[in-house]
């Protein structure tokens, strides 16, 4: 079975604005970590981090022709191939799925952060099965 698993960091140390980025993608995460359980509809999980974003001062949004923000999927299933179905936006979550959630944010004149852990869906809850710490600098 496959794993997958992303940790963003910087050699040395962070600017405000590095560190206000990374931060609010953590947050993001443990937002949707929170909302995960099985019978759970993963549109509203996505929609959740991406509001949560734009309140955080990080829109979604085309700059320059360039697509920046939250543009990629908030996680997707796990397990003989390292991308399968489910993609967390357009499921119900079922008890036992092993899914990966993995909100990130870009901007080419900042940088950008993804945190990932993988995660087994639970009738009440969900286990987070990876174990790495989430620190910025190195």
């Not at 609010?24 to 019978?39: C, R, Y």
Request: proline content about 4%.
């Amino acid at each position: 079975y496959f794993g997958d698993m992303t940790r963003t960091v910087l050699r040395g140390r962070a600017s405000d604005a590095q560190r206000n980025l990374w931060e609010t993608v953590k947050a993001g995460q443990a937002l949707a970590l929170k909302k995960i359980k099985a019978g759970v509809d993963g549109m509203t999980i996505h929609k959740a981090i991406q509001e949560f974003f734009a309140n955080r001062g990080f829109p979604t949004e085309v700059r320059k022709g360039r697509r920046v923000g939250f543009f990629h999927g908030t996680g997707h299933g796990l397990g003989l191939e390292i991308h399968e179905h489910p993609r967390l936006q357009k499921v119900t979550l079922k008890d036992r799925q092993v899914l990966t959630v993995e909100p990130g944010l870009y901007y080419p004149s900042l940088g950008g952060v993804r945190i990932e852990d993988v995660v087994l869906v639970m009738k009440e809850g969900c286990k987070i099965l990876s174990r790495f710490p989430k620190q910025l600098e190195i």
